[in-house]
């Protein structure tokens, strides 16, 4: 944690295990000119930071920032420190993620940001919904930052799952495994999320053994996230529990980040990672068990 | 042909003051469509002359940015075409409107209002045929995307 910006300490976030990366919209309303705080924006709907968004605040997107354009990885090291110097980031910087849709693609960032090592990263609780609805400001101005010296740590291995990981994860008697797509791509009636294209992997289902947990039942109507009591309930009556090794995963990482991030951060699960290459990659390849239907094969 | 930010510009400006954003009480049809998934929903009303051509195109709904810019985009550009020319258009219309970036990161998004006149379309030629052969189709009032 950042030495210099104090967490947020309203109490709604004290029985979190990691309440020190919540912040409320009031709290970034408070620190929208502190000169340590960068507040990023990540969204789904694509022009939502150019229709305007919360002063001094910047755009991370997701597809076109986030990504590597030909290869399907993250960005490098290098791009990521780019990426950061060109927001005006250093590694002392306490970066404030927000975004629309529970926060989906804001913990999408925030997993990078901790993949890459930055210290203190925090998730305006409620996202951009939730600002918007208490009326608090938006702008269109897009603020002009000088670029800075960024040195990003090694990425942190143990918070990202590849396919080999997940094979070796199966072995295990129990795995806890969680798919949190929708019930109808885990039960295999389609390939994606309703109303996106149905594309990306030749077999519809899930990873044998995997339960579902679809990622947006961790959210409150207004994109706040419930409280512990609720989430310990959601994930531990399916088996997914504190005590286990566990891997999210989804269609491409995306929606999975957002679970990690309720296990990890929020529920205080020590050993959580993101399968990023999700169904998109799983549901391709060539001789991994598979299982349709809502039991979890 | 516009830059990134043109384009942006102008998908903007048909979201925040849309085009043709009513209902039509009299429409010759109207059709609902929609990514339920995504949360975006477009009805579309066409007024079709006995001539069938576009008189009058509008829509309502709700949604991302793009899906409603798109509902504005396309019930402008539609009215006068003939009802072949609006079932010629596909998603490169889309893409000269607002732009290959946006069309290929929300496809869906960007096509549903096309989509939904299209529909509308097929549903009017169909209702029009059978009426005119003394058969009852039956109304068509939605066309969603699962």
């Known amino acids: 944690m950042s030495t210099t910006v104090q967490p947020d300490t309203n109490p709604a976030f004290a029985g979190y295990a990691h309440p020190e990366v919540l912040v409320t919209t009031q709290w970034v309303a408070d620190h929208l000119d502190d000169p ?24 991370l997107d997701w597809e076109t920032q986030m990504q590597q354009p030909v290869k399907r990885d993250f960005v490098d090291k290098a791009g990521f420190e780019k990426l950061a110097s060109e927001r005006g980031i250093t590694n002392d910087t306490t970066v404030v993620f927000y975004g629309d849709k529970n926060n989906w693609y804001a913990t999408y960032g925030f997993w990078l940001f901790k993949y890459y090592g930055h210290d203190d990263v925090r998730v305006m609780d409620g996202g951009r919904a939730k600002w918007e609805a208490e009326g608090r400001p938006f702008t269109r101005e897009v603020p002009k930052v000088e670029p800075t010296e960024y040195t990003a ?9 590849f396919r080999e990981d997940v094979l070796k ?8 495994l969680v798919d949190v797509r929708s019930p ?11 109303g996106y294209p149905q594309e990306g992997a030749q077999r519809a289902g899930h990873v044998k053994g995997a339960v579902n947990v679809p990622w947006g039942t961790a959210a409150n109507e207004d994109g706040t996230f ?7 309930r959601l994930y531990g009556e399916k088996g997914i ?45 060539v001789g991994v068990p598979n299982a349709v239907g809502n039991e979890p094969g | 042909m516009l830059d990134r930010q043109e384009y942006i510009e102008i998908i903007l400006d048909h979201y925040e003051h849309p085009r043709h954003k009513h209902r039509m009480e009299d429409a010759s049809v109207q059709l609902g469509g929609g990514n339920p998934g995504c949360g975006d929903l477009i009805t579309v009303y066409l007024k079709i002359s006995d001539d069938g051509k ?23 550009l539609i009215e006068g075409m003939t009802l ?3 079932k010629a258009l596909g998603k490169e219309t889309m893409i000269e409107e607002i732009g290959e970036d946006a069309v290929k990161s929300r496809v869906r998004c960007a096509t549903l209002a096309l989509g939904t006149a299209q529909a509308a379309v097929d549903s009017y030629i169909k209702t029009k045929r059978s009426s005119d052969e003394g058969i009852d189709a039956g109304p068509v009032v939605e066309r969603f995307e699962n």
């Open chain 2, 54 to 76: 576009i008189e009058q195109a509008s829509f309502e709904g709700e949604g991302c940015t793009i899906s409603q810019a798109g509902g504005s985009i396309i019930t402008e």
């Open chain 1, 184 to 194: 109808q791509e885990y039960t295999g009636e389609l390939l994606h999320a309703i």
């Open chain 1, 169 to 176: 994860h199966l072995e295990q008697e129990n795995p806890a």
């Open chain 2, 84 to 86: 072949d020319e609006v």
């Open chain 1, 226 to 232: 419930k409280a512990v009591d609720e989430l310990r």
């Open chain 1, 36 to 59: 340590n705080v960068r507040i990023l924006e990540s969204d789904e709907d694509l022009l939502l930071y150019e229709l305007g968004h919360i002063p001094g605040a910047m755009k």
């Open chain 1, 241 to 285: 529990t504190p005590d286990k090794p566990v891997i999210a995963y989804c269609r491409i990482g995306e929606r999975s980040s957002h679970t990690w991030f309720v296990l990890k951060y929020l529920l205080g699960y020590e050993d959580v990672r993101n399968y990023d290459g999700s169904w998109t990659e799983w549901g391709s390849l």
């Open chain 1, 153 to 161: 740590k090694d990425p942190d291995g143990s918070i990202r799952a």
